[in-house]
């Protein structure tokens, strides 16, 4: 295991940027306006139970102790073994674990790491989506967006909530996306799937005709649609040596392709030209490939392919769908070669263990070297206000910043 030492000297090492314009530095008067589009909240341990009908207290998520070590029992999901020995943690990782609890200690966070605005998921909230049972499903997400809308609503300009938006019941899903729209939710999220576990060919995707008013919902709102990582099967599917890395790159960000292959390929953007998503947390490395290889499907297999769509599915993606990564150097390097730069949206995963935060300067200055000043104010701010339809503030237009 990397020691400490050897951990935040990989944080914080960087080549300079001697040679840029604009700086990632937060005390930077040429500072690029920047928006974290993957940072998570972190609840408070009654943000369901204190909501939630009678019937379902039960089942909630809890804590159980086994042999002296700490579980968090969930539906759907085998049980999540919790690290309570912190004696290999560093100050920083002890941080990470408590910090991002109120609404002040966040700004104050993200100010110290540059950040303008930042876009928040659940973190416990994002348990709501590990069951198959509609009712259950869709009580926990309420909680989840009366919370987050109490606590962030009123701080949009720095803080945007995702609302959470089970797709079990599709005409309870459009019903809670027009409430959350009315609410002032400037976005929604949806699992990687609508039915959580492996997928299997008999059960329902996001590329079957049922899940077609639920997207002319969401287009009539405006409100763009995002897919976090981990929300459509338990990520720990693999066991044994390097299970815990096997099971980061592939049972959890690898599955958020499906989702992508199912909106471009079955004619869904293509009805609603409106229709913005991204995924989250998901890498962007992959995205050329697989838009090569959904064009070469759409080619190649013409006399198998349905529906007949006017375009090939990469058309849909570059117009309408997005990605969000962290550190993510080879994608960036595949995304000028293939003129994706416009759709990736940078983020510093707050207050997550796998992110970059209060250290993204450092990060940014490692990764995105090859870039222009151009691109880079796209990945770090521009392609997120466009997405999420804000404003770039007027000191960053002052600068040169318009969407």
Request: charged content about 25%; aromatic content about 10%; some cysteine.
């Amino acid at each position: 295991m990397p020691s400490v030492e050897t951990t935040m000297a990989r944080r914080t090492q960087t080549p300079g940027a001697q040679d840029w314009a604009r700086s990632a530095h937060p005390d930077s008067p040429n500072k690029y306006f920047m928006v974290s589009s993957d940072c998570h909240a972190n609840e408070p341990k009654d943000w369901v139970k204190s909501r939630i009908e009678p019937e379902y207290l039960k089942r909630l998520p809890r804590l159980e102790m086994k042999d002296g070590q700490a579980f968090i029992i969930t539906e759907g999901n085998r049980p999540w073994k919790i690290k309570t020995d912190t004696t290999d943690w560093g100050p920083e990782d002890i941080e990470r674990n408590k910090t991002g609890r109120n609404v002040a200690e966040r700004i104050v966070d993200q100010d110290r790491d540059g950040i303008d605005l930042e876009v928040v998921f659940g973190n416990k909230g994002i348990h709501a989506f590990g069951t198959n049972d509609p009712g259950f499903s869709m009580a926990m997400c309420q909680c989840w967006n009366d919370w987050a809308h109490e606590e962030f609503g009123a701080h949009q300009d720095r803080i945007l909530p995702m609302a959470q938006i089970p797709t079990l019941d599709v005409e309870a899903a459009m019903k809670e996306v027009e409430r959350v729209a009315k609410l002032g939710f400037r976005g929604i999220t949806i699992p990687v799937k609508p039915e959580y576990g492996p997928t299997g060919m008999d059960q329902r995707n996001y590329n079957q005709p049922e899940f077609e008013p639920l997207w002319a919902a969401i287009a009539d709102t405006g409100l763009p649609l995002t897919i976090h990582v981990s929300t459509g099967r338990d990520p720990r599917a693999a066991s044994g040596p390097g299970g815990a890395i096997v099971n980061y790159a592939v049972h959890c960000c690898a599955a958020s392709q499906e989702p992508v292959a199912n909106l471009c390929a079955s004619g869904v953007l293509e009805r609603h030209p409106n229709l913005k998503f991204a995924t989250i947390e998901a890498g962007i490395g992959w995205v050329s490939w697989l838009l090569e290889v959904m064009d070469e499907a759409f080619y190649k297999h013409r006399m198998w392919v349905s529906p007949d769509l006017k375009e090939p599915p990469s058309f849909y993606y570059r117009r309408q769908g997005f990605a969000s990564f962290g550190e993510d150097r080879s994608g960036l390097d595949l995304g000028v070669a293939h003129d994706l730069i416009d759709n990736f949206l940078w983020a510093n995963d707050y207050p997550h263990h796998e992110g970059t935060w209060p250290h993204s300067a450092a990060a940014i200055e490692r990764t995105m070297g090859g870039l222009s000043e151009v691109n880079r104010a796209k990945v770090l701010g521009l392609n997120a206000a466009r997405f999420w339809n804000v404003e770039v503030p007027v000191k960053y237009q002052a600068l040169g910043d318009a969407v």
